[in-house]
């Protein structure tokens, strides 16, 4: 089993409402685990974001707290739903409506990692499933929105930056020849999930380093962002997907040349993230 359920960095005194989190960094693979899955360690690595908790380490140092997961993806997803069981997965499941992520092996127990590749040869008992999501998923989410609840309480708002990573080809279907292709997508659940203003000001501190963004496409958020983002309640929830090119080989799931200068690219970016929450700043009217 995965030694803990979540990391949480505390700043030595908090100064910003925001919160930065990191679901899909976890690289505590159990060794039951991988005996069980057909696929090598290697393979299996594929759907987790890798690195995105070094990228976003400095997080303490601007005041905000940074929680990140302690288990892989493959293993537990914690950007999904504790309901969102795949039948084809596991044992005792009925099918109920459709559910595009759990039809596509992506539940909050992954059946697949990236491009699709199984990661059982059979399914696992429901007990199983449950275990992970009481040991892991649960309190992943209760130290979130307990970090969350603690911000609103001390600034009057919450601001979570769910961070991401997502393959560099994923930008291929909207990429334009001759332009610059997205390397940085925020989803907001078009709208949805937090105040314009605060999504603006997190698009413009990527945009003044140079990195090209947009908005939604193909990422527009997914549990974590439709579950914590109320900004008629003062909660907002964004989420960013960097392309892994930025900062690593892909195939080799190693960081690369540019790893370093990418990071403390990112330290001015954080920078400014944690800015918008300051009591300093005017207060956004809820939408």
């Avoid at 983002?229 to 190693?254: C, F, K, S, W």
Wanted: net charge positive; aromatic share 8%; hydrophobic share 40%.
């Amino acid at each position: 089993m995965p030694k803990v359920a979540y990391h949480l960095t505390y700043p030595e005194r908090r100064t910003t409402s925001v919160v930065f989190a990191s679901p899909h960094s976890g690289r505590d693979y159990p060794w039951t685990f991988l005996r069980r899955t057909t696929l090598n360690e290697h393979s299996v690595r594929s759907s987790e974001d890798a690195f995105v908790d070094q990228l976003f380490e400095s997080v303490p140092e601007v005041g905000a707290p940074f929680i990140r997961a302690g288990a892989p993806r493959a293993y537990v997803d914690l950007n999904r739903s504790e309901d969102e069981l795949d039948p084809a997965l596991i044992e005792g499941v009925s099918k109920i409506g459709h559910n595009p992520r759990v039809a596509s092996g992506l539940g909050v127990i992954p059946r697949v990692v990236a491009n699709g590749q199984a990661i059982y040869s059979g399914k696992i008992s429901i007990a199983e499933a449950r275990r992970r999501i009481d040991t892991y998923w649960r309190p992943y989410h209760t130290a979130l929105a307990g970090q969350l609840d603690q911000a609103f309480l001390m600034f009057g708002q919450a601001i979570l930056v769910d961070c991401h990573s997502m393959p560099h080809e994923a930008m291929d279907a909207v990429a334009r020849r001759g332009v610059r292709r997205p390397e940085v997508v925020l989803g907001d659940r078009f709208g949805a999930a937090a105040n314009s203003d605060i999504v603006d000001r997190i698009e413009a501190a990527f945009q003044r380093t140079g990195l090209v963004v947009t908005r939604n496409t193909p990422f527009a958020g997914a549990y974590i962002t439709q579950t914590y983002g109320r900004p008629t309640r003062g909660r907002h929830a964004i989420q960013v997907e960097i392309d892994r090119a930025l900062y690593m080989n892909e195939g080799l799931i190693r960081p690369n040349g540019n790893f370093d200068a990418f990071r403390t690219l990112l330290r001015g970016v954080i920078r400014e993230i944690a800015d918008i929450g300051r009591p300093m700043a005017k207060p956004l009217a809820a939408e």
